[in-house]
């Protein structure tokens, strides 16, 4: 029998119980030091299997034994009650009081300057005038906070949900396919990758024949300057000042903004231009040519996303393709934001009568529930690759439960006529934000875009983030855009009602109405 070490605690009237991390007696303040602990106990604690069955006799049922636990079961029992928590009062809710509401955001907003970053948050603070606000659920094309206040998303999560929110058809191809096989093996075939490549394919049309599944529109990105790589045996590449390809560091190197790459110089082999420059486009293949750094592909967002939504003219990505041609080049068109019917047609390139080599893609490909990419491209860009089918692959990357988003997302964009929509309320949005314009010229200096991918640009940056608070705070979600802080973007979920893109209308032209009235008299 275990002898009672000096501090043994006596409560009586208690039964003997097991000791464990989940008794609620333990306790992190009444400890047994192990030099105090009888051998045959010290002994019986070793492993974390014996330590948490170990039961304390002392010849009496009055009396108890604290003894240390391992740090790892200390650990153990931390991380059971904070996750058994959370899975039981946050993830499985389906409402939340108002007294925890309140513990929800105060502990996410401690959490996130510990454990996040808390320079995101200051940067909440100069666009919102509630940098506090948790998302809690959403509608079709809304989202609630944790207070059960709703907010018009003309945000669209960066141009994720063009099907809009947790659209039933999508969820339910994933929810049944998570009912059979949620990842694969990675030996046997998949099926639904093939099924997606080909579907893939048909909506890209022409000779883009062939897919490669990513996590990322930044993978996507990655693999596209890879293939291109393999296809001509050459490094060097162009992209177009203004232009945002992502932040992994192949993507970064097209990304054109100093601020994210300065950090991370030398990048891979970029040569930027300025967008929709046609003579600069041709200067630099000559010059290529002249001096043999021939070039492998050039690298164009068809509408510049984070650069401001700024839209291609047609002459110039029909240029950039005869250039390509003529000098051996691939033209890799990301599509990771204009694709999946946002501009009006399946793919922002169908509106300028021009085939790419390799196309980008990602954000709403899964449909706003999975994330998942792709790199698409013709027989030619994939030969290298079929040679060796090793040199891109990825663990997660195709996997069942995206593939059934994706699948699920093209059939609701076919069926519901979403790029159809998406070009007559991209032209409702833009008629309605001119009028604003014309009403507040000295707030707001443009409107532009193309279908549902649209910019309003105002005469400074402090006014972009004046106007950016005043819509917040009226409860329409918007953000700048990465590279040029002077406009805000508009991009809804494809399926916004016209009720609510007048009512987005009208909060806009508060909030420009707001800020003109802040402006000193100069500037007005």
């Known amino acids: 029998?275990?002898?009672?070490?000096?501090?043994?605690?006596?409560?009586?009237?208690?039964?003997?119980?097991?000791?464990?991390?989940?008794?609620?007696?333990?306790?992190?303040?009444?400890?047994?030091?192990?030099?105090?602990?009888?051998?045959?106990?010290?002994?019986?604690?070793?492993?974390?299997?014996?330590?948490?069955?170990?039961?304390?006799?002392?010849?009496?049922?009055?009396?108890?034994v604290e003894i240390i636990l391992s740090p790892e079961e200390i650990l153990r029992s931390e991380v059971l009650q904070k996750t058994n928590n959370l899975i039981e009062n946050f993830i499985n809710a389906k409402e939340i009081q108002p007294q925890l509401a309140e513990t929800i955001i105060k502990e996410s907003v401690d959490l996130w300057n510990?454990?996040?970053?808390?320079?995101?948050?200051?940067?909440?603070?100069?666009?919102?005038?509630?940098?506090?606000?948790?998302?809690?659920?959403?509608?079709?094309?809304?989202?609630?906070?944790?207070?059960?206040?709703?907010?018009?998303?003309?945000?669209?999560?960066?141009?994720?949900?063009?099907?809009?929110?947790?659209?039933?058809?999508?969820?339910?191809?994933v929810k049944a396919q998570i009912d059979k096989l949620a990842l694969h093996s990675q030996e046997l075939i998949d099926p639904l990758r093939p099924y997606l490549a080909h579907l893939t394919s048909k909506i890209c049309g022409g000779n883009l024949k062939y897919c490669y599944f990513t996590n990322s529109g930044t993978e996507s990105v990655e693999s596209s300057l890879k293939m291109a790589m393999l296809t001509t045996g050459r490094k060097r590449f162009v992209a177009a000042t203004g232009g945002f390809h992502g932040k992994t560091l192949g993507s970064l190197s097209a990304t054109s903004k100093a601020s994210?790459?300065?950090?991370?110089?030398?990048?891979?082999?970029?040569?930027?231009?300025?967008?929709?420059?046609?003579?600069?486009?041709?200067?630099?293949?000559?010059?290529?040519?002249?001096?043999?750094?021939?070039?492998?592909?050039?690298l164009l967002e068809p509408v510049q996303g984070e650069g401001g939504i700024n839209v291609a003219t047609e002459e110039y990505l029909q240029t950039a393709r005869k250039l390509c041609d003529e000098y051996g080049a691939m033209l890799i068109l990301d599509e990771v934001q204009s694709g999946m019917g946002r501009c009006g047609k399946w793919f922002a390139f169908q509106h300028y009568g021009i085939e790419p080599d390799i196309v980008a893609l990602g954000k709403a490909f899964g449909g706003g529930v999975m994330p998942i990419g792709a790199c698409v491209g013709t027989e030619k860009t994939w030969a290298k690759y079929i040679e060796n089918p090793f040199l891109q692959t990825s663990t997660f990357g195709g996997n069942p439960l995206a593939c059934a988003a994706a699948i699920a997302a093209i059939n609701v964009t076919a069926e519901e006529r979403l790029p159809e929509q998406a070009a007559w309320k991209g032209e409702h949005l833009m008629a309605g934000f001119r009028k604003v314009k014309a009403k507040y010229p000295d707030v707001m200096c443009d409107v532009r875009g193309l279908g549902l991918m649209?910019?309003?640009?105002?005469?400074?940056?402090?006014?972009?983030?004046?106007?950016?608070?005043?819509?917040?705070?009226?409860?329409?979600?918007?953000?700048?855009?990465?590279?040029?802080?002077r406009t805000i973007r508009i991009e809804p979920p494809?399926?916004?009602?016209?009720?609510?893109?007048?009512?987005?209308?009208?909060?806009?032209?508060?909030?420009?109405?707001?800020?003109?009235?802040?402006?000193?008299k100069s500037q007005v």
């Open 260 to 298: 994210f790459r300065s950090p991370f110089l030398p990048l891979l082999d970029f040569t930027h231009v300025k967008f929709n420059d046609i003579e600069a486009l041709k200067d630099i293949f000559e010059n290529s040519k002249f001096t043999g750094d021939l070039i492998a592909g050039v």
């Open 494 to 520: 494809i399926v916004i009602t016209e009720k609510e893109m007048n009512e987005v209308i009208n909060r806009v032209e508060g909030a420009c109405k707001a800020v003109q009235s802040q402006l000193p």
């Open 1 to 64: 029998p275990l002898k009672s070490p000096r501090n043994v605690t006596s409560t009586a009237n208690r039964p003997q119980q097991r000791l464990c991390p989940q008794d609620p007696i333990i306790s992190s303040q009444k400890r047994v030091k192990s030099s105090s602990i009888p051998s045959s106990t010290a002994n019986a604690t070793k492993t974390n299997k014996e330590n948490i069955h170990q039961v304390a006799k002392t010849g009496s049922d009055s009396t108890r």
């Open 114 to 173: 510990a454990h996040v970053n808390p320079g995101f948050l200051l940067y909440r603070k100069s666009v919102s005038t509630d940098y506090t606000a948790v998302e809690w659920r959403d509608g079709a094309s809304t989202f609630f906070d944790i207070h059960g206040r709703e907010f018009i998303d003309c945000l669209g999560g960066f141009g994720i949900y063009n099907v809009g929110h947790r659209h039933p058809k999508v969820v339910s191809a």
């Open 454 to 485: 649209i910019g309003l640009e105002f005469h400074s940056n402090e006014i972009g983030y004046s106007v950016a608070k005043e819509i917040f705070s009226r409860n329409v979600l918007v953000a700048g855009t990465l590279i040029n802080a």
